[in-house]
């Protein structure tokens, strides 16, 4: 069972994704790399992704593990610590191909 902490993150990483998720939808990815804004916005929300999955217990990550995790927090550092060495196509990919999985897992997660 989900504490309520670890559900109340759970929350607000989805609605992290969705955020990340408007900003993407209806642009293509030429696009996306010109538009410095959209770019900050998606890498913003990344971040604070990667910031919330930190926060999860061990039991939540160990149980539903079918999510990297790990490398969910790695890219929190990357986006923090090395912005200026960032591959804009792997916030693409990150945005349009896992962010709807993550988003989805952790609605899965929180109907259980």
């Not at 990340?20 to 804004?37: G, H, L, R």
């Not at 999510?67 to 960032?86: E, L, S």
Request: proline share 2%; charged share 35%; glycine share 2%.
């Amino acid at each position: 069972m989900l504490s309520i902490r670890d559900k109340d993150i759970l929350i607000q990483i989805v609605k992290r994704c969705d955020r990340v998720m408007d900003k993407v939808t209806n642009i293509n990815q030429k696009d996306f790399e010109s538009d410095k804004d959209i770019e900050e916005v998606v890498c913003f929300n990344l971040f604070q992704i990667g910031e919330l999955a930190n926060g999860l217990t061990d039991e939540v990550t160990n149980e539903y593990n079918k999510i990297p995790w790990k490398q969910i927090k790695g890219m929190r550092n990357r986006i923090v610590h090395r912005y200026d060495t960032i591959d804009i196509e792997i916030i693409w990919n990150t945005a349009n191909e896992s962010i709807p999985k993550l988003k989805k897992y952790c609605e899965d997660i929180l109907k259980q």
